[in-house]
Each structure stands twice: as structure tokens, then as C-alpha cells.
């Protein structure tokens, strides 16, 4: 692994602006396959847009589809492996964004503290994610000197409350989210954690927070996106007074990540931390969430390929029971679209409907109309009978019709699946360029004293959207702290 004055880069880069370029050249050729829907894939020659070596290898009686998971985990092929194919995913593994893990940011006291006092609604994903970036947060408000931290998109307040009450040197929080019931169950949590710090455990436990917690922590309704990135500014200066502040967000969810380094830019925050997530929610194009920065300017994703970039395969293995029945969910919607197309039900270029995830309540009344029909015939007859009640749609196939197209389709779960694969292993290369998108444009903004890190915060497998970015322009004992 590599850095660029605290950008993490894969191994052979030493700059972000040529990793930037190099992802780009990388990516052109194969965006067709990210940029692939999977639900018209049995009504569309998506198939045959792959190389025919690449076809051949994957339909051979040799090939067991178990070897997905490997190989979109690790990167592991076998000897029969196309050359072609094998440097596709070799290329894809030696461009991804590091995703390995830099050491905990918050220390066993911290860790400790959080369990005893903050765990009100959060699961142990949650408490995880919540630990190491308050951590971040205070180290970065210690070292700016900033006095007020503006949590964006606080939702409950989970991370809000551990930053404003985890030390008795910690700064003050104006939490912001654009829902009020959001800000009225944070306040709920909020009473429910003041009164354990101020019981007699606390106090016996030798618990030292700051001073007046009741004003340390101050819930504001405030929609924020990229047109608004101003009014959030105002709202935190006037909070800050004639103090420095800085920005924070974990998970900020798609435009909304690019909104609050937008805001960092065009205020005078002394610094920023941001984990942004829901990559298939960033807008494209000028001022818009993607490209922020000049290196990537050119590039459009399109919301598949956002989507893509969504996908974790560093879990394929440890879940692979799950991971095998994603590659059915996806066979069995693309054929009740193939159905609904091929049956006069549905044009060939319309909307596709959105299902979602269809729910074993939803399944199991749908099994009465299915009969005794057995195996995977009997299994997508019951999705179909269940997703299109959720539909909302009269028309039902008949039993007989649901079991002829699946056996019409029967290689078209392979197919998917390996599809599926592929486009999943340009997930991180995606990724990385989004991360090193946004690591650029801050750099551009921060100033001779300032800087930027961009690096893996949480877990992979637990947190699969891990990677932090960080940007400052200085503070009052220095910056040095803060560099990689």
C-alpha cells in the first residue's frame, strides 16, 4: 500500500492524480459491464457482450459456479482461466482503493465507555463504527482547535452524543438532520443517556465528561444538499459564535457526502470528517456530487454503475449461503421481467418495476396458489405469485407457464451469476475513483497549511463502506497531528 500525502493508493502509485488517470483508462473499456442491468438480462444480449473465450470458460461442465465466490473475494482463478479474464481480475484487485484497516482510533477506554453509556439503539455494527470515528472527530476538533463539531445527517444522534459527552475535553455538537422525527428520537436517546451519565454508576465509575452536558449538544432541523451547502455554513456559524468549527457525517448518504465537503470549501470550517455510503444516490455532471474534481472530469457513471459500487465482495465467502442466494434473487426478478416482456404484460422498453425485497410472509401466501410443484420450478412460482401482489399487478402466469420459462432460461442463472460477478469485482475500482474524486477537490481547497487524508476507518467485512476522508486548513497548535 501507498500514500500520497495521506491518500491511500494501491501499491505502484505515488501520486492521486496518476492513480486518477490510470483508473480512468482502466474502467472505459469495461464500463458496459457496470453500467449492465440485471433485470432485462434474459430479454437483453448482455450475455453475448463478453468475450466468447470468456463464455466458453464459464458455461464449460468444468466450471462450478461455486467458484465466484473465490474468485470475487480473492481474486483466484484456475488453471483454465482464459489469459484475457485473468487480467481483468487481476487488474481489478491491483486497483482498488486500500480497504485494509489502519489501526483502532479509539482506545480501549473509549471502546469501553461507549458499551457502559452510548449503547442505547445502536447495534454492535453500529457501536464499532460509532467508537473509531467520534475518536477521529475529537482528534481532529483537538488539533484545529475547533470548538463546535456540526454532525450532518445525525440521524439519532448515535455518533452526536459520544463526541459531545466522551470526554471532558470535547467539543460542542450541533446535530442536524433534515427529518424531525429523526431529531425527536435523538432527543429521546439524548435525555435517556444524560440520565445514566448523571447517575450514581457514572459518577461512581469516575466517569469525567464536560461541564453543562445539557448545552453540549443541540439538535437543529436542516435539509441539507448541494444547493444549500451555504445555508448549513450559517447555521454552524451561528452556533460556533467566535469559535472555529468543523463538518462531520458517518454514512452521509450519496449527495449528501459531496453537500458537506461543498460546505467545508465554501465556509471557514477548520476541518472536515467525512464516511460517505449510497454511492447510487450521488448525482452526475457540472455541480453536481460527481466529478468534484478536475482529474476525474470526463467520467459518467450512470446508476448502475453507482449501484456497483455499492457491492461488497470482501463478504461473498464469509457469507457465502447469502451470497448464493443473491445470485437466485437476481435469476428469479430477471425472469419474472423475461415472463411479464415475453407474456404481452410488460413493453420491452419500460420501466422496470421495482419489487424490492419480497418478504417470507409475502412468499408463504403465495405458496397456496402454487400447488404441489416441486423444486426450483415450485421456488419461482412463488416469487412470481408474491412479487407481483407486491406489484399490485392482477395478471398471474399460470404455474405450467412460470415452470416453461424457467427451463427455457435454465442457463441463464449461470449466466447471471457470473455477470453479476464481474460487474461486483468493478465495485472498488469505482469506488476508488468516487474516494480519490472528492480526496482531490478538498486538496485543491485546503491551503499551504491544511491537508487530506483519505483511508480505510472501519472493518471491510463489518463495515463494508470504510473509508474516511479527511481535510483541514490548519488549527491553532498546528496540523502535524493530523498528517498520515
Same mark, same amino acid.
Given at each position: 500500500?501507498?500514500?500520497?500525502?495521506?491518500?491511500?493508493?494501491?501499491?505502484?502509485?505515488?501520486?492521486?492524480?496518476?492513480?486518477?488517470?490510470?483508473? =480512468?483508462?482502466?474502467?472505459?473499456?469495461?464500463?458496459?459491464?457496470?453500467?449492465m442491468?440485471?433485470?432485462?438480462?434474459?430479454?437483453?444480449?448482455?450475455?453475448?457482450?463478453?468475450?466468447?473465450e470468456?463464455?466458453?470458460?464459464?458455461?464449460?461442465?468444468?466450471?462450478?459456479?461455486?467458484?465466484?465466490?473465490?474468485?470475487?473475494?480473492?481474486g483466484?482463478?484456475?488453471e483454465?482461466?482464459?489469459?484475457s479474464?485473468?487480467?481483468?481480475?487481476?487488474?481489478?484487485?491491483?486497483?482498488?482503493?486500500?480497504?485494509?484497516?489502519i489501526?483502532?482510533?479509539?482506545?480501549?477506554?473509549?471502546?469501553?465507555?461507549?458499551?457502559?453509556?452510548?449503547?442505547?439503539?445502536?447495534?454492535?455494527?453500529k457501536?464499532e463504527?460509532? &467508537?473509531?470515528?467520534?475518536?477521529?472527530?475529537?482528534?481532529?476538533?483537538?488539533d484545529?482547535?475547533?470548538?463546535?463539531?456540526?454532525?450532518?445527517?445525525?440521524?439519532?444522534?448515535?455518533l452526536?452524543?459520544?463526541?459531545?459527552?466522551?470526554?471532558?475535553?470535547?467539543?460542542?455538537?450541533?446535530?442536524?438532520?433534515?427529518?424531525?422525527?429523526? =431529531?425527536?428520537?435523538?432527543?429521546?436517546?439524548?435525555?435517556?443517556?444524560?440520565?445514566?451519565?448523571?447517575?450514581k454508576?457514572?459518577?461512581?465509575? #469516575?466517569?469525567?465528561?464536560p461541564?453543562?452536558?445539557?448545552?453540549?449538544?443541540?439538535?437543529?432541523?436542516?435539509?441539507?444538499?448541494?444547493?444549500?451547502?451555504g445555508?448549513?455554513?450559517?447555521?454552524?456559524?451561528?452556533?460556533?459564535g467566535?469559535?472555529?468549527w468543523?463538518?462531520?457525517?458517518?454514512h452521509?448518504?450519496?449527495?449528501?457526502?459531496?453537500?458537506?465537503?461543498?460546505?467545508?470549501?465554501?465556509?471557514?470550517?477548520?476541518?472536515?470528517?467525512v464516511?460517505?455510503?449510497?454511492y447510487?444516490?450521488?448525482?452526475?455532471?457540472?455541480?453536481?456530487?460527481?466529478?468534484?474534481?478536475?482529474?476525474?472530469?470526463?467520467?459518467?457513471?450512470?446508476?448502475?454503475?453507482?449501484?456497483?459500487?455499492?457491492?461488497?465482495t470482501?463478504?461473498?465467502?464469509?457469507?457465502?449461503?447469502?451470497t448464493?442466494?443473491?445470485?437466485?434473487?437476481?435469476?428469479?426478478?430477471?425472469?419474472?421481467?423475461?415472463?411479464?416482456?415475453?407474456?404481452?404484460?410488460?413493453?420491452?422498453?419500460?420501466?422496470?418495476?421495482?419489487v424490492?425485497?419480497?418478504?417470507?410472509?409475502?412468499?408463504?401466501?403465495?405458496?397456496?396458489?402454487?400447488?404441489?410443484?416441486?423444486?426450483?420450478?415450485r421456488?419461482?412460482? &412463488?416469487?412470481?405469485?408474491?412479487?407481483l401482489?407486491?406489484?399490485? &399487478?392482477?395478471w398471474r402466469?399460470?404455474?405450467?407457464q412460470?415452470?416453461?420459462?424457467?427451463?427455457?432460461?435454465?442457463?441463464?442463472?449461470?449466466q447471471?451469476?457470473?455477470?453479476?460477478t464481474?460487474?461486483?469485482?468493478?465495485?472498488?475500482?469505482?469506488?476508488?475513483?468516487?474516494?480519490?474524486?472528492?480526496?482531490?477537490?478538498?486538496?485543491?481547497?485546503? #491551503?499551504?497549511?491544511? #491537508?487530506?487524508?483519505?483511508f480505510?476507518?472501519?472493518d471491510?467485512?463489518?463495515?463494508?463502506?470504510?473509508? &474516511?476522508?479527511?481535510?483541514?486548513?490548519?488549527?491553532?497548535?498546528?496540523?502535524?497531528?493530523?498528517?498520515?
Amino acid at each position: 500500500m501507498a500514500t500520497d500525502n495521506g491518500i491511500e493508493l494501491p501499491d505502484g502509485f505515488s501520486s492521486a492524480s496518476d492513480y486518477a488517470a490510470e483508473v =480512468k483508462r482502466v474502467y472505459s473499456p469495461y464500463a458496459f459491464l457496470a453500467q449492465m442491468h440485471i433485470v432485462d438480462f434474459l430479454v437483453r444480449p448482455h450475455w453475448e457482450l463478453l468475450d466468447v473465450e470468456w463464455r466458453d470458460y464459464f458455461m464449460s461442465s468444468e466450471f462450478d459456479i461455486s467458484k465466484l465466490i473465490p474468485l470475487a473475494t480473492h481474486g483466484q482463478t484456475d488453471e483454465a482461466c482464459p489469459h484475457s479474464l485473468r487480467e481483468f481480475v487481476s487488474k481489478m484487485f491491483s486497483l482498488q482503493f486500500p480497504r485494509q484497516r489502519i489501526g483502532d482510533q479509539g482506545t480501549s477506554e473509549e471502546r469501553e465507555l461507549v458499551l457502559k453509556y452510548f449503547v442505547d439503539g445502536m447495534s454492535e455494527k453500529k457501536r464499532e463504527e460509532v &467508537v473509531d470515528l467520534a475518536a477521529l472527530v475529537g482528534h481532529v476538533a483537538r488539533d484545529t482547535g475547533s470548538d463546535l463539531v456540526v454532525d450532518v445527517g445525525a440521524g439519532q444522534g448515535y455518533l452526536s452524543r459520544v463526541v459531545a459527552y466522551g470526554r471532558a475535553d470535547a467539543p460542542r455538537v450541533l446535530a442536524v438532520d433534515f427529518a424531525e422525527g429523526q =431529531k425527536r428520537g435523538a432527543e429521546v436517546h439524548q435525555r435517556r443517556t444524560l440520565k445514566r451519565l448523571k447517575g450514581k454508576r457514572a459518577v461512581a465509575e #469516575g466517569y469525567q465528561g464536560p461541564r453543562y452536558l445539557e448545552s453540549r449538544l443541540v439538535h437543529r432541523v436542516l435539509r441539507v444538499d448541494l444547493e444549500s451547502a451555504g445555508e448549513l455554513a450559517t447555521a454552524a456559524r451561528e452556533e460556533a459564535g467566535s469559535g472555529r468549527w468543523m463538518l462531520c457525517g458517518l454514512h452521509a448518504c450519496g449527495d449528501l457526502s459531496s453537500s458537506v465537503l461543498k460546505a467545508f470549501v465554501e465556509s471557514d470550517a477548520a476541518a472536515v470528517v467525512v464516511v460517505p455510503c449510497c454511492y447510487n444516490h450521488i448525482t452526475e455532471g457540472p455541480g453536481a456530487g460527481f466529478p468534484m474534481s478536475l482529474e476525474l472530469h470526463g467520467v459518467q457513471f450512470g446508476i448502475n454503475a453507482l449501484k456497483t459500487a455499492c457491492q461488497a465482495t470482501v463478504r461473498w465467502e464469509s457469507r457465502e449461503q447469502d451470497t448464493m442466494a443473491g445470485f437466485q434473487r437476481n435469476y428469479f426478478r430477471a425472469l419474472l421481467h423475461y415472463l411479464m416482456v415475453t407474456m404481452g404484460q410488460l413493453p420491452m422498453d419500460a420501466p422496470f418495476p421495482a419489487v424490492g425485497g419480497v418478504t417470507g410472509t409475502e412468499l408463504k401466501a403465495a405458496e397456496e396458489h402454487v400447488g404441489t410443484v416441486g423444486g426450483d420450478d415450485r421456488a419461482f412460482a &412463488v416469487y412470481a405469485y408474491a412479487a407481483l401482489e407486491r406489484l399490485g &399487478v392482477k395478471w398471474r402466469p399460470t404455474v405450467a407457464q412460470c415452470v416453461e420459462a424457467r427451463q427455457k432460461t435454465s442457463d441463464g442463472y449461470r449466466q447471471m451469476a457470473v455477470v453479476w460477478t464481474l460487474r461486483s469485482l468493478m465495485g472498488p475500482l469505482i469506488e476508488g475513483m468516487l474516494v480519490v474524486d472528492r480526496a482531490l477537490y478538498l486538496r485543491k481547497h485546503c #491551503g499551504p497549511a491544511g #491537508g487530506v487524508r483519505a483511508f480505510a476507518l472501519f472493518d471491510a467485512v463489518t463495515s463494508p463502506r470504510n473509508v &474516511v476522508l479527511v481535510a483541514w486548513r490548519g488549527g491553532r497548535g498546528g496540523s502535524s497531528g493530523l498528517k498520515a
